[in-house]
């Protein structure tokens, strides 16, 4: 679609909207929060104790590091919950998007935190040369197809788990591999040791059948459970709407054909009709499990939702969530909670961070995007919500979100690390833990549980933050042992509702402990390897007057706030500077990789004793 036709469209699908708001029910956004694309985090509140974990880092300079093959596009992951275990599934091509060959890879997990070695569950699959497509003007020689999947996963009545792939085919540049004349879809089984069952089709495109594709179809299997498996998901109208942009554009088993609503997934309402959501925040309701739309798609009233997709769900405690990038960008990553599963009354964060995009590459959009969250009705064994997202086309993560879903605390910290049971010490604890800049609970040299933070990442940071009560005037009391005086920095902040920070101490990478005063730094003090550091901030947000003591010594006198607050409502440890790049006029389009995007840095690592927070009156 060109330009012009998608402004008409949406154009469309904005006034058929506006007609439809005051007339039947449609999922709209009754709040008043908009994110800030200046900010990448949207100047946004966070959810309180989102925990952002990274589950594969690319590195084509050192492919044992990351997948094992180096390759660099990585993308639309689909995530399940099955048998006790995580699965997630995601494509992969080795630089860019639509640009073979393409495989797909998969990962398990026990506890969402730690994640086994990507293996190839769909590999690349060899395109018979002489291949053409209808719409376009090429043929295939030495080509191998690429993947394109809206969805991964199937749980059966009878609990077999089915993971699919979709073999799109990209003839040269500027083809679509979803526009219809693909090869086919694929499937295979998951048992419960973690093997897998043989490759099949499912589903074959118009041109393509049992006779000229190199697996077979499904109902040859002697596997009657496998057949019966499959065949329950052909039934499953839900399921296969997800299939409608790479299938054949006249499909009978897909209800509702038009390649304009891309990337549906669905819920349930209390009185069992189904809320359908797509791309741009589109929208529908079906009283017939999707056989049948009350309403062709529109965009949902109030919505702000671009080119990326939306998950929508319902949590353990029987209200709704939406996550998607709130913005016509692929930053920040949001939510917003619903009561009854059409009025969405807030707009809160989920990750406000974009590491830099090491290696460039075709179509990879910057920021945290293409939010999937449990496929197939699974549910989580701790009641959170789990999504998954790929950062900047690149690397893959994870998020777990509290439910219920709350953004305020009551309460001042009182964080002993050593007498908290593991479970729950970091629950209120908003994580971004990049792989090679973990953020975790562990026991250290001397045997006690800390607060560990470590960074051997050159282009991203660890972040570990606390959402605390609105506060003027408050004394915060935090011990930290830094295990390196030569190199690393950790920057402590405090933040006010947006995320603007008026107070910045650093353990620099010269053995000083210094303030952000306007301008420069100001030293506080020298600091030593290994030595713990008790460190207490008493702050008047009014008088913008501030003190900082260290092991019971005050240094440096009164500080001044190096910019305003209102009041103070986050804390932070963060081991990098605040990042402004990119912004909301950056090139689309990255096509260079930074120098040496494969190095990392020397190791610094943080132990962090103990938290603790008195609002004062």
Same mark, same amino acid.
């Given at each position: 679609?060109?330009?012009?036709?998608?402004?008409?469209?949406?154009?469309?699908?904005?006034?058929?909207?506006?007609?439809?708001?005051?007339?039947?029910?449609?999922?709209?956004?009754?709040?008043? =929060?908009?994110? *800030?694309?200046?900010?990448?985090?949207?100047? %946004? #509140?966070?959810? @309180? &104790?989102? !925990?952002?974990?990274?589950?594969?880092?690319?590195?084509?300079?050192?492919?044992?590091?990351?997948?094992?093959?180096?390759?660099?596009?990585?993308?639309?992951?689909?995530? =399940?919950?099955? *048998?006790?275990?995580?699965?997630?599934?995601? %494509? #992969?091509?080795? @630089? &860019?998007? !639509?640009?073979?060959?393409?495989?797909?890879?998969?990962?398990?997990?026990?506890?969402?935190?730690?994640?086994?070695?990507?293996?190839?569950?769909?590999?690349?699959?060899?395109?018979?040369?002489?291949?053409?497509?209808?719409?376009?003007?090429?043929?295939?020689?030495?080509?191998?197809?690429?993947?394109?999947?809206?969805?991964?996963?199937?749980?059966?009545?009878?609990?077999?788990?089915?993971?699919?792939?979709?073999?799109?085919?990209?003839?040269?540049?500027?083809?679509?591999?979803?526009?219809?004349?693909?090869?086919?879809?694929?499937?295979?089984?998951?048992?419960?040791?973690?093997?897998?069952?043989?490759?099949?089709?499912?589903?074959?495109?118009?041109?393509?059948?049992?006779?000229?594709?190199?697996?077979?179809?499904?109902?040859?299997?002697?596997?009657?459970?496998?057949?019966?498996?499959?065949?329950?998901?052909?039934?499953?109208?839900?399921?296969?709407?997800?299939?409608?942009?790479?299938?054949?554009?006249?499909?009978?088993?897909?209800?509702?054909?038009?390649?304009?609503?891309?990337?549906?997934?669905?819920?349930?309402?209390?009185?069992?009709?189904?809320?359908?959501?797509?791309?741009?925040?589109?929208?529908?309701?079906?009283?017939?499990?999707?056989?049948?739309?009350?309403?062709?798609?529109?965009?949902?009233?109030?919505?702000?939702?671009?080119?990326?997709?939306?998950?929508?769900?319902?949590?353990?405690?029987?209200?709704?969530?939406?996550?998607?990038?709130?913005?016509?960008?692929?930053?920040?990553?949001?939510?917003?909670?619903?009561?009854?599963?059409?009025?969405?009354?807030?707009?809160?964060?989920?990750?406000?961070?974009?590491?830099?995009?090491?290696?460039?590459?075709?179509?990879?959009?910057?920021?945290?995007?293409?939010?999937?969250?449990?496929?197939?009705?699974?549910?989580?064994?701790?009641?959170?919500?789990?999504?998954?997202?790929?950062?900047?086309?690149?690397?893959?993560?994870?998020?777990?979100?509290?439910?219920?879903?709350?953004?305020?605390?009551?309460?001042?910290?009182?964080?002993?690390?050593?007498?908290?049971?593991?479970?729950?010490?970091?629950?209120?604890?908003?994580?971004?833990?990049?792989?090679?800049?973990?953020?975790?609970?562990?026991?250290?040299?001397?045997?006690?549980?800390?607060?560990?933070?470590?960074?051997?990442?050159?282009?991203?940071?660890?972040?570990?933050?606390?959402?605390?009560?609105?506060?003027?005037?408050?004394?915060?009391?935090?011990?930290?042992?830094?295990?390196?005086?030569?190199?690393?920095?950790?920057?402590?902040?405090?933040?006010?509702?947006?995320?603007?920070?008026?107070?910045?101490?650093?353990?620099?990478?010269?053995?000083?402990?210094?303030?952000?005063?306007?301008?420069?730094?100001?030293?506080?003090?020298?600091?030593?390897?290994?030595?713990?550091?008790?460190?207490?901030?008493?702050?008047?947000?009014?008088?913008?007057?501030?003190?900082?003591?260290?092991?019971?010594?005050?240094?440096?006198?009164?500080?001044?706030?190096?910019?305003?607050?209102?009041?103070?409502?986050?804390?932070?440890?963060?081991?990098?500077?605040?990042?402004?790049?990119?912004?909301?006029?950056?090139?689309?389009?990255?096509?260079?990789?930074?120098?040496?995007?494969?190095?990392?840095?020397?190791?610094?690592?943080?132990?962090?004793?103990?938290?603790?927070?008195?609002?004062?009156?």
């Amino acid at each position: 679609m060109n330009f012009i036709n998608k402004i008409a469209f949406l154009g469309s699908i904005t006034f058929t909207c506006m007609q439809l708001t005051a007339q039947q029910d449609t999922v709209r956004y009754v709040g008043t =929060t908009l994110a *800030n694309v200046d900010y990448h985090h949207g100047q %946004l #509140s966070p959810a @309180v &104790g989102v !925990h952002n974990i990274q589950v594969m880092r690319a590195n084509r300079e050192q492919p044992d590091a990351a997948n094992g093959f180096g390759w660099t596009y990585n993308h639309a992951p689909m995530l =399940t919950y099955w *048998n006790n275990t995580f699965f997630l599934e995601y %494509l #992969s091509n080795p @630089v &860019g998007e !639509h640009v073979p060959p393409g495989q797909s890879v998969l990962m398990t997990s026990k506890d969402g935190y730690h994640w086994s070695t990507p293996v190839v569950v769909f590999p690349p699959y060899k395109i018979a040369d002489g291949t053409t497509k209808e719409g376009y003007n090429g043929v295939a020689k030495d080509l191998t197809a690429v993947m394109h999947q809206r969805m991964g996963f199937y749980i059966s009545a009878k609990n077999r788990l089915l993971i699919f792939a979709y073999y799109g085919m990209v003839l040269g540049p500027k083809d679509d591999p979803n526009d219809g004349n693909g090869i086919g879809r694929v499937v295979r089984e998951i048992y419960k040791d973690g093997s897998f069952g043989p490759i099949h089709f499912i589903r074959y495109n118009h041109a393509f059948n049992a006779k000229n594709t190199d697996y077979p179809f499904f109902e040859r299997s002697k596997d009657k459970g496998f057949v019966e498996a499959c065949k329950e998901a052909l039934g499953n109208t839900l399921l296969l709407q997800q299939w409608s942009e790479e299938a054949d554009r006249n499909d009978p088993l897909i209800a509702l054909h038009n390649n304009n609503y891309k990337a549906f997934n669905s819920y349930e309402l209390p009185d069992g009709r189904t809320v359908g959501l797509w791309k741009v925040a589109l929208t529908s309701i079906s009283a017939d499990k999707g056989k049948t739309w009350l309403y062709n798609p529109v965009r949902a009233p109030r919505f702000v939702n671009s080119n990326a997709k939306i998950w929508g769900q319902r949590t353990s405690d029987g209200k709704y969530v939406t996550v998607y990038n709130p913005s016509e960008f692929r930053w920040p990553l949001a939510l917003s909670v619903s009561d009854d599963g059409l009025n969405y009354k807030n707009l809160l964060l989920v990750n406000g961070e974009i590491t830099s995009m090491r290696y460039g590459g075709n179509y990879k959009s910057y920021g945290p995007q293409y939010v999937r969250g449990l496929e197939a009705n699974a549910t989580s064994p701790d009641g959170n919500c789990w999504v998954t997202y790929s950062m900047n086309k690149e690397d893959i993560w994870v998020t777990s979100i509290p439910v219920p879903v709350k953004d305020k605390v009551d309460q001042d910290v009182n964080d002993d690390f050593p007498e908290l049971p593991a479970a729950s010490a970091l629950k209120e604890w908003n994580i971004y833990s990049p792989l090679w800049a973990p953020v975790s609970l562990e026991k250290v040299t001397d045997a006690t549980q800390q607060l560990v933070i470590k960074d051997k990442d050159p282009f991203d940071y660890a972040k570990a933050e606390r959402v605390l009560p609105a506060a003027k005037k408050m004394t915060a009391t935090f011990s930290v042992t830094p295990q390196q005086d030569d190199h690393g920095n950790l920057y402590i902040e405090f933040q006010d509702g947006k995320g603007n920070a008026g107070i910045r101490l650093v353990f620099d990478s010269t053995g000083t402990l210094t303030v952000k005063a306007g301008y420069r730094n100001k030293s506080i003090t020298k600091y030593k390897a290994g030595v713990p550091y008790n460190i207490t901030v008493s702050l008047n947000t009014e008088a913008r007057f501030y003190t900082v003591s260290v092991n019971g010594k005050q240094e440096g006198g009164n500080q001044i706030f190096f910019a305003p607050l209102e009041n103070v409502q986050r804390f932070v440890f963060r081991t990098g500077d605040v990042r402004r790049f990119p912004d909301a006029d950056t090139p689309t389009d990255q096509m260079y990789d930074l120098p040496n995007p494969g190095a990392q840095a020397k190791l610094a690592a943080y132990y962090i004793k103990s938290v603790k927070t008195k609002k004062e009156l």
